[in-house]
C-alpha cells in the first residue's frame, strides 16, 4: 500500500484538522528515532561467553511469572538479526537508533577481569551498520540487566556496585566513543528501583519495599554522576559527545479542583520524577524538599531513628548536580490524582500520599496500563521546562500497544495524537524539545507481558525461525512524518479533551 493510500485511509479514520488547525513543523534538526532494549530483542542469551544477567535468572527460574510463560532467550534474535532492524530505520527515514548495551555481554562476571572480544564485535558491528546507513546510535548503558553476579552481592542498593558501573561505562566509552555521539546512563531508574521494593514482578525481584529502592536510587544517582565526570574529565574533549539519563513519567492531574488533589499531583511528579530529576537537573540538588520530608517524618513514626531516604552530603549534591547534557524522558500514559494512602506500608507510594485513578472514558490499549491521553504529554513537557529551566529534553520513548495488527490504526492514532501535542509544546510554550524516539522498531519481549502486547513499528514473526520483520502500517505514517516534516491530518482532541474543572 502507497503512503498516500494509507494517509487517505487515516485521514478518514482520524479526523480531519491538522494541529488544531495549525500547520505546525518539526524544525530541521528535530531528530526522530525509534528504540529497544537488548534483553527484549537480542536473544542469543548465553551465545559467545555472554554471562547471565537478572532477567535470565527471573525467566528461568519463574517462566510462570510471564504471561505466556516465554522469556528473551531467542526473542527477535537481533544479536544474528541486527541488519534487519537497521534495514527497518533505514525505510522509515530514522536519524536515530537508541539500542542498549548488554552489560553481561561485554563483561559476563560485570567485573573487568574478563571482557568479551565477541561482545565487543558484536557491538562494533550494529554500530558501523547504522553509520554506514546514516543513522546515528543512542546507546542506553543500562537497561534492567544488571549481570546476575553483582545482584549476587546485593544489586543497586549496594553503593558499591557504583564502582562497577564506573568501570564497565569507561570500557563502553574506550571502545564505542569514538562512533556514539549519544549516551544514555540509565533507562527508568524508577522501575529499577521499585524492583527492590513494591514492583516485585520485576527482576531480581527483591521484597524490601520503603527501604529498597531509596538505597538502589542512591546508589544509581550516584552511579550516573560517575559515568558523567568520568566522560568529561577524560573522553568529551576527544569524542565530542553528550551524556544523559533517561527518566520515565507518567503526568498526573488533579482529579478535581480542590487544594488536595492539586498538591497531591505536584506531590507525587516530585515523587516519581523529581526523585531522580531534582538531584540532577534543579538549581538546587539533593532530592526534593517534599520527598525528604515526608519520608522522613513517616520514618520516625514507624519507631526509626533515621529517614529510610539516604542523606546526601554536600559535596554528593554538588558532584551529583548538574551531570547532564540532556534530559531522556519516556512517557506513555496519564493519571488522575487525589489525596489518600495507598501501596505497602511503608512504601514509596504510600510516602507519597495519593490515590491514583483513571478516566474510565480514556481509549485503551493492549496494556492495561496505557491509557491514550495526549493532553498529558504536553503538560508534562510544560511542567519539565518550568521545573528545570527549560533543559533539552530528547523524548526517548512514547508508543502504544496493540496485539501485533498490521493494519494498526490504534497506534496511528496515539503517534499523530501525541506527536500534535508536542508540537504545541514546542511552537506554543518554547519547550526545549529536540527529538522523538519511538517504542519500538520491532515487536518484542515486553517483561511480565511476554509476547502477548505488540509495540513495533514492524511485526516480528516470533514462531518462525527467520523472525521476519514486517512493515505495519504506522510505519509508512512515520516515515512520510519524517520526510514531510508536518504531521497527516488528525486532531487530538478527537481522542479525548483537555479537562476543565
Same mark, same amino acid.
Request: cysteine-free; aromatic content about 12%.
Given at each position: 500500500m502507497s503512503v498516500s493510500v494509507l494517509f487517505g485511509i487515516a485521514s478518514t479514520l482520524i479526523a480531519t484538522v491538522q494541529c488544531g488547525n495549525n500547520n505546525y513543523s518539526f524544525p530541521p534538526d528535530f531528530l526522530f528515532?525509534?528504540?529497544?532494549?537488548?534483553?527484549? *530483542?537480542?536473544?542469543?542469551?548465553?551465545? $559467545?561467553?555472554?554471562?547471565?544477567?537478572?532477567? @535470565?535468572? !527471573?525467566?528461568?527460574?519463574?517462566?510462570?511469572?510471564?504471561?505466556?510463560?516465554?522469556?528473551? $532467550?531467542?526473542?527477535?534474535?537481533?544479536?544474528?538479526? +541486527?541488519?534487519?532492524?537497521?534495514?527497518? !530505520?533505514?525505510? *522509515?527515514?530514522? &536519524?536515530?537508533?537508541?539500542?542498549?548495551?548488554?552489560?553481561?555481554?561485554?563483561?559476563? %562476571?560485570?567485573?573487568?577481569?574478563?571482557?568479551?572480544?565477541?561482545?565487543?564485535?558484536?557491538? &562494533?558491528?550494529?554500530? @558501523?551498520?547504522? #553509520?554506514?546507513?546514516?543513522?546515528?546510535?543512542?546507546?542506553?548503558m543500562y537497561h534492567w540487566d544488571l549481570p546476575q553476579p553483582l545482584q549476587d552481592i546485593g544489586g543497586w542498593p549496594n553503593p558499591v556496585i557504583a564502582d562497577y558501573f564506573e568501570e564497565y561505562t569507561r570500557i563502553l566509552f574506550t571502545h564505542f566513543g569514538d562512533r556514539v555521539k549519544w549516551w544514555i546512563t540509565f533507562n527508568e531508574p524508577l522501575e529499577v528501583c521499585t524492583a527492590y521494593g513494591t514492583n516485585r514482578n520485576y527482576a531480581p525481584s527483591i521484597d524490601a519495599h520503603g527501604?529498597?529502592?531509596?538505597?538502589?536510587?542512591?546508589?544509581?544517582?550516584?552511579?550516573?554522576?560517575?559515568?558523567?565526570?568520568?566522560?568529561?574529565?577524560?573522553?568529551?574533549?576527544?569524542?565530542?559527545?553528550?551524556?544523559?539519563?533517561?527518566? $520515565?513519567?507518567?503526568?498526573?492531574?488533579?482529579?478535581?479542583?480542590?487544594?488536595?488533589?492539586?498538591?497531591?499531583?505536584?506531590? *507525587?511528579?516530585?515523587?516519581?520524577?523529581?526523585?531522580?530529576?531534582?538531584?540532577?537537573?534543579?538549581?538546587?540538588?539533593?532530592?526534593?524538599?517534599?520527598?525528604?520530608?515526608?519520608?522522613?517524618?513517616?520514618?520516625?513514626?514507624?519507631?526509626? %531513628?533515621?529517614?529510610? !531516604?539516604?542523606?546526601?552530603?554536600?559535596? @554528593?549534591?554538588?558532584?551529583?548536580? =548538574?551531570?547532564?547534557?540532556?534530559? =531522556?524522558?519516556?512517557?506513555?500514559?496519564? +493519571?488522575?490524582?487525589?489525596?489518600?494512602e495507598a501501596g505497602e506500608d511503608p512504601s514509596l507510594l504510600r510516602d507519597s500520599g495519593v490515590f491514583l485513578s483513571r478516566d474510565p472514558a480514556w481509549p485503551g490499549s493492549a496494556s492495561a496500563w496505557l491509557k491514550v491521553v495526549p493532553w498529558g504529554f504536553r503538560k508534562l513537557l510544560v511542567w519539565i521546562a518550568?521545573?528545570?529551566?527549560?533543559?533539552?529534553?530528547?523524548?526517548?520513548? &512514547?508508543?502504544?500497544?496493540?496485539?501485533?495488527? #498490521?493494519?494498526?490504526?490504534?497506534? *496511528?492514532?496515539?503517534?499523530?495524537?501525541?506527536?500534535?501535542? !508536542?508540537l504545541k509544546a514546542l511552537h506554543e510554550d518554547d519547550c526545549n524539545v529536540i527529538g522523538h524516539v519511538t517504542w519500538s522498531i520491532i515487536d518484542n519481549f515486553e517483561w511480565m507481558s511476554g509476547y502477548t502486547e505488540k509495540f513495533g513499528l514492524y511485526f516480528v514473526n516470533f514462531t518462525n525461525p527467520a523472525k521476519q520483520r514486517i512493515a505495519k502500517d504506522s510505519s509508512r505514517v512515520m516515515a512520510d512524518i519524517i520526510r514531510t516534516r508536518h504531521l497527516p491530518l488528525q486532531s487530538s482532541e478527537s481522542i479525548n479533551s483537555v479537562p476543565t474543572f
Open positions: 528515532g525509534a528504540a529497544t532494549a537488548s534483553y527484549q *530483542i537480542e536473544g542469543g542469551w548465553n551465545e $559467545d561467553g555472554k554471562g547471565e544477567n537478572i532477567w @535470565d535468572r !527471573l525467566v528461568h527460574q519463574h517462566p510462570e511469572w510471564i504471561l505466556d510463560r516465554q522469556n528473551g $532467550d531467542v526473542a527477535a534474535d537481533s544479536y544474528h538479526l +541486527y541488519k534487519e532492524d537497521v534495514k527497518a !530505520l533505514k525505510e *522509515i527515514g530514522m &536519524n536515530v537508533y537508541r539500542f542498549s548495551i548488554a552489560w553481561s555481554r561485554i563483561l559476563p %562476571t560485570g567485573d573487568v577481569d574478563k571482557v568479551s572480544k565477541k561482545g565487543i564485535s558484536y557491538y &562494533n558491528n550494529l554500530i @558501523d551498520e547504522l #553509520l554506514v546507513n546514516d543513522i546515528q546510535p543512542m546507546v542506553t527501604i529498597g529502592e531509596y538505597l538502589a536510587a542512591h546508589t544509581i544517582l550516584h552511579s550516573h554522576a560517575r559515568a558523567y565526570r568520568l566522560y568529561d574529565r577524560i573522553f568529551r574533549k576527544k569524542q565530542k559527545g553528550r551524556v544523559g539519563i533517561t527518566l $520515565d513519567s507518567d503526568w498526573f492531574e488533579p482529579k478535581d479542583n480542590t487544594t488536595e488533589s492539586r498538591d497531591a499531583a505536584e506531590r *507525587i511528579m516530585q515523587f516519581e520524577l523529581g526523585w531522580f530529576a531534582h538531584p540532577i537537573f534543579s538549581s538546587q540538588g539533593d532530592y526534593p524538599a517534599v520527598m525528604k520530608e515526608r519520608v522522613a517524618n513517616n520514618s520516625f513514626k514507624e519507631g526509626r %531513628t533515621r529517614s529510610r !531516604l539516604p542523606n546526601f552530603s554536600r559535596k @554528593d549534591v554538588e558532584y551529583i548536580q =548538574g551531570t547532564f547534557d540532556f534530559l =531522556g524522558l519516556n512517557h506513555y500514559t496519564t +493519571y488522575l490524582v487525589s489525596q489518600g518550568k521545573e528545570f529551566n527549560n533543559i533539552p529534553v530528547f523524548v526517548t520513548e &512514547n508508543g502504544y500497544s496493540d496485539h501485533g495488527e #498490521l493494519q494498526d490504526t490504534n497506534r *496511528i492514532n496515539y503517534l499523530t495524537s501525541y506527536l500534535s501535542e !508536542l
